[in-house]
């Protein structure tokens, strides 16, 4: 398999998709994990938004993480007390970039991991310039629409919890890696030129040179990765993370690839070079957007899975 610079390797992971834009209680559990079945007095909560509560196992023990916050601390919180998830158990957190359907409910959210994690200060790992005014048009509009920021001293107020700032790749807990800055080789991956961020006071094109991925190397199995959004391009991130690795087998990308809105030529050229790359599972979620999943669907009937918030993927 390889591994040039020295990963540390995972004995399992676990990744619990707090919410994400789609729930159905009805279908069947994927081959690698299992579905949240909703229950009178337990309902689960989706939205635009994505969350990840995540637990990897390795030769530490275990270890557990949060990556992205969705939109609504009242239903992030609600879906980890109904599926089970214990706030006190969280020893770092990443945020992918800096728009509020990954922020949106972390203020919340940090107030209810205080009271149950008491006394252990808790990372919160962002890449640089995560914390910028944002904002976006919408397609066949002209109007600027004001998506918010969030602030550091929000955060950092209480004392708990401390925000590190990174553009480099940098090992979070044992065998759990952020990538820092991901670099873009792809020449058709281009950031859509109404997402915008304000920088010295003008609204310009934004290019989320901040957005971060989550990876670890799976014991003879592969690369897992996990993306926010996937600004910079899901081929670009993995093909970035196999690069920085050099680890060739991808065992499961999942998260959100930025598909939303994309031309058919866009879709068509990430999945024939995501095809190329031959992960085990390929899991869409969030932004992808219906006609990227539904290609996905067709095109890697076999690798494919359809996510609903509330599941678990286990990969060991």
């Not at 949240?36 to 994505?50: D, T, Y």
């Not at 190397?217 to 899901?234: R, W």
Request: net charge negative.
């Amino acid at each position: 398999m390889g591994n040039k610079k020295g990963f540390h390797h995972i004995k399992g992971i676990s990744i619990t998709v707090i919410t994400d834009n789609y729930y159905d209680s009805l279908r069947p559990d994927p081959p690698c994990g299992r579905r949240f079945r909703a229950s009178p007095g337990s309902p689960i909560h989706a939205e635009h938004g994505l969350s990840f509560y995540i637990d990897v196992v390795s030769e530490g023990g275990v270890h557990n993480f949060m990556f992205d916050y969705g939109i609504d601390p009242a239903g992030i919180i609600n879906n980890m007390k109904v599926i089970g998830l214990n706030p006190a158990k969280i020893e770092a957190m990443v945020l992918s970039h800096g728009h509020f359907d990954h922020w949106g409910g972390l203020r919340g959210l940090l107030s209810y991991i205080e009271t149950s994690n008491p006394g252990r200060e808790i990372p919160l790992f962002v890449g640089k310039n995560c914390f910028s005014h944002r904002f976006s048009i919408r397609p066949g509009s002209k109007d600027l629409i004001d998506l918010g920021e969030l602030r550091k001293e929000t955060i950092e107020q209480s004392g708990r919890f401390r925000v590190i700032e990174t553009e480099e790749p940098e090992e979070i807990l044992k065998g759990v890696y952020i990538t820092g800055r991901i670099e873009r080789t792809t020449e058709y991956e281009k950031v859509p030129d109404n997402l915008l961020v304000e920088r010295g006071g003008r609204i310009e094109q934004d290019y989320f040179d901040e957005e971060l991925a989550v990876f670890s190397v799976l014991e003879n199995k592969g690369l897992v990765i996990i993306s926010g959004c996937a600004h910079a391009g899901i081929v670009n991130t993995v093909r970035y993370i196999k690069q920085l690795t050099g680890i060739k087998k991808v065992h499961a990308i999942i998260g959100g690839f930025h598909l939303i809105n994309a031309p058919t030529d866009f879709i068509k050229r990430t999945i024939y070079d995501i095809k190329e790359i031959e992960p085990d599972y390929i899991i869409p979620m969030h932004c992808t957007g219906f006609e990227a999943i539904v290609s996905f669907a067709h095109t890697m009937p076999d690798k494919f899975i359809l996510n609903t918030a509330g599941t678990t993927y286990t990969f060991s």
